[in-house]
Structure formats: C-alpha cells, structure tokens
C-alpha cells in the first residue's frame, strides 16, 4: 500500500546529506519515504558515502538528481543557480545529514568547506538536522561529543544514535534510528519552523481506560488511540510542545512527543489536571471510562459457579472538571471534546458541548462503517461554542487530526504566546 503523504512535508525541499557510514544504505529508504511523503529530496553524497551505495539507487527512489561533485556546476534544472552548492542551499526548507560519521561531525563543527555537503551546509539558511552513526566506542569518545556539543551551540539539531548492535557486531550507542524516527524529527523541526502552534503546549489525550476488578482483570471499551495519536502527531507537525495522556494501546509514541501513561480515569483526571494546568489547549480524545469497580479485589476473584454481581460507581468527568475550572483560572485557552454517539449525533454532542464548558465538540458516529474505534478513518462533525457545525467527509484520522489543529490554532491566534510580553501588562 502507498504511504500516505504528510502535508508537513508535501512540496518541502529537502537536501539529504549522505555520508560514509554503513548506515547509508538505510538513507535509501529515508530517501524513498521523504519522497513518497510529498518533498522533493535532493540527495548530496560524499565520496566515502558513494563506496556504500551507488547514486542511482538515490536517484531511482527520489526521481531527482543526486550530487556527488563540488566541482561540477548544477546539472538539474530544478534547482534556481548553476552553482551547485548555492543552488542546494537556496530555497531549501531542510538539511537532513543521515548518516553523519565522525569525519563530518568534526568538520561541520569547524565550518570547514572542502566537499560539496559541507558549503552546501554554510551556505544554508534554513534548520540543518543530523543524525551521527557510527561503530561502538566512537560516538562516546570526548573529541565527538565535543563536536556534537558544538554544533548544538550553533544551533544544528543533533538526533542522539540509538543502543544496540554495530556492523562490527559490537554493542553500543551509535546505531541510525529507525526511518519514522527520522521523519518524525524532519515533522518536529519543519513544524517548529512553520508551523502555527510553535511556542506553544497541547495537552492531548488517548485511548480506552481501564478500570480493575482484580489484579489481573478490567473493564474497558473499543478506543484503539489512533484518533489522538494522529491529533498529537498533527499538532506536533504545527509546531507544539505535546503532550500525549495515554490509556494503554499498541501504537507508537510519535517523535518528539512527551508520552505520559495512564490505565485508570483516575490516572487520566490526575494527569489532566497537572499538564493541563498551563496547557495553551487540551484535547480530551481519550474514551474514559464512566464507570468502574466500586472494589478492586486484591486478589484474584475465584469462579463461585454462580451469579456475579458487580458494582460500578461513575467517574470524575474528566473534561467537564477541565471546563469548570477554566471559567475561573482562564486555562487551557482552547478545549476540545469528543462525543462517541450511537444515535441523535449532533443533539447529543450539542448537550455535551454546552454542559462541559468546551470550545469544540467533535461529534463521532461509531456505528457508522469508516468512523469510529479501530478504522483508519473517520466521519466527524466538529460543533463550535458559536453555534456553527462543519461536517467533514470521510477522511483519514489524519486529516480528522490536522482539521481539529487548525482550529485550536485559530482560535489561539489572539492569545499571547508565553515568549510574548503579555499584552495586558504593557
Ligand atoms: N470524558 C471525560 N471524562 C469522562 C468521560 C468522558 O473527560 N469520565 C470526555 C471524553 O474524553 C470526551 C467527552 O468527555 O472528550 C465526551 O465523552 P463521551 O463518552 O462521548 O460522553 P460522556 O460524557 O461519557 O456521555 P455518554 O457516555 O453518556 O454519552
């Protein structure tokens, strides 16, 4: 199946610096996913990276010129100068050096300028990302932190190498991260360039709760988190420290995500309630629970062959405390709910909107084939406290997630980011 395209990324260009580490055959499949995700990837290699792997298998998967020659003048009319390096560096809206060897940390370090990706690099003006490999012992001698410590100072994002096992069979930290940890650091650091919530925090929250019998049992519901994830993902691509209230499910933490586990709504409530707190907005996507256990059995409950009765108590509704406090503390600026609904879709999630003191209410039919727990893809109508109710098309939980962002980003517009003086105080 093909990937989706990630609007973050569609129509950026990106250059990707390949350097001389084993690891640059796995920048192929960097290359083809960056592609595939909408940019154009312009693919720089140095001589040591091209023993590795062969230009055209670059130039196969981006569809694009690959440069591998300081000396020779642009020879893609896709970039805006004849001069390569300027052309690379002109207009491009990222530099992503995966994988960095130690040679280049060093030399990118000290500004030097002796191979087509590092006057690329000096003559960029946009953010520079990259990413060290190499074999075990290297990445933790003191030349090579110092270097990498430098290029922080300069301002160069610097992706830590993950632990595990080296080329030389040697374990250690030094190995690429996997391809979504890079495009989730390309989203992060594209989102924080353009993106309409950099500076500011969302709080949002995902996933079924669950509420214990006994020690090896609970109640739950069909939430699978990927609405929420996708919200956070989105939110994260606009720009926005996140982060993500999660009951338990099998998805993976979006990069550059803060992740805080929760199982009970209990859990989630404390949780809320502390991150939320000075959130510029809070997205409750999580299903909490209504009702648990009046009792958690310490020890596994025994089969009596006979009747159980159960007794449930409700929960704390977690939004409608967020949205009760607000009216006195003014934070989060913006709430967002969600109303799973089986029927009377938009007069129910009308009530709930009004009764939980929320900007937005998304309305969902889970009974509807396409939307709801466990699809790719959803049927939302997002209400607003102003009266007005957008029904959006079937669409990814993608693009669910973007359409709800966009909307916490217009209405954060008018509040002052917190790196902004307050307009009250002036
Ligand atoms: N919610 C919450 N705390 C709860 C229950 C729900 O914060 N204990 C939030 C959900 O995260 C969602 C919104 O309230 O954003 C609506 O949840 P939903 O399950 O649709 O509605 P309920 O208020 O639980 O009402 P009902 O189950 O009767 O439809």
């Known amino acids: 199946m ?3 395209r990630i609007s973050i990324l569609e129509y950026k260009r990106i250059v990707l610096g390949i350097t001389g580490s084993i690891a640059a055959y796995k920048a192929a499949d960097l290359a ?3 592609t595939q995700a909408g940019a154009d990837v312009d693919v720089i290699m140095t001589e040591a990276a091209t023993r590795f792997v062969a230009p055209l298998t670059f130039e196969a998967v981006t569809g694009r010129t690959v440069y591998t020659d300081m000396w020779q003048t642009a020879h893609s009319e896709s970039l805006p100068t004849h001069v390569a390096h300027v052309g690379l560096a002109e207009g491009a809206d990222l530099i992503l050096i995966a994988p960095a060897t130690a040679q280049h940390l060093a030399k990118l370090a000290h500004g030097f300028a002796d191979d087509l990706l590092c006057i690329t690099v000096l003559s960029a003006k946009c953010p520079i990302v990259i990413v060290p490999a190499m074999d075990a012992g290297m990445y933790e001698n003191a030349a090579v932190a110092a270097n990498v410590a430098r290029l922080r100072e300069l301002g160069i994002e610097v992706i830590e190498p993950e632990i595990g096992r080296m080329a030389s069979g040697m374990v250690g930290r030094g ?40 020690p090896v049992r609970f109640i739950t519901n069909r939430s699978s ?32 995500v803060e992740l805080v586990p929760v199982e009970s709504a209990q859990e989630m409530l404390d949780a809320v309630l ?8 809070l997205i409750m996507a999580a299903a909490v629970a209504d009702y648990r256990p009046e009792e958690t059995a310490d020890h596994k409950i025994k089969k009596a062959g006979k009747a159980l009765q159960l007794s449930l108590v409700p929960t704390v509704d977690v939004l409608a405390t967020v949205g009760a406090r607000r009216a006195e503390t003014g934070r989060p600026h913006v709430l967002v709910g969600f109303a799973a609904e089986t029927r009377d879709l938009l007069k129910n999630a009308r009530s709930k909107l009004e009764k939980k003191h929320v900007d937005y209410i998304v309305a969902n039919d889970v009974s509807l084939a396409g ?9 939302v109508t997002i209400l607003s406290a102003d009266g007005s109710a957008i029904a959006l098309p079937q669409q990814t939980k993608s693009a669910v997630a973007e359409a709800i962002v966009q909307r916490v980003a217009a209405r954060l517009q008018t509040v002052p980011r917190r790196t902004e003086p307050d307009s009250d105080e002036v």
């Open 2 to 4: 093909a990937m989706e």
């Open 32 to 34: 083809s996913k960056l």
């Open 175 to 214: 190995r690429l991260p996997e391809v979504w940890a890079l495009l989730g650091a390309a989203r992060q650091v594209l989102g924080r360039e353009w993106g309409a919530l950099r500076d500011r925090h969302v709080v949002v929250t995902a996933g079924g709760t669950r509420e214990a019998l006994d």
């Open 225 to 256: 988190g990927r609405q929420g994830y996708a919200i956070a993902q989105a939110a994260v691509d606009s720009g926005a420290h996140v982060t993500l209230i999660a009951a338990p499910n099998e998805l993976p933490t979006p990069y550059g």
């Open 274 to 281: 502390e991150y939320a707190e000075d959130a510029d907005a």
């Open 371 to 379: 939307a709801g727990f466990g699809t790719d893809t959803n049927i």
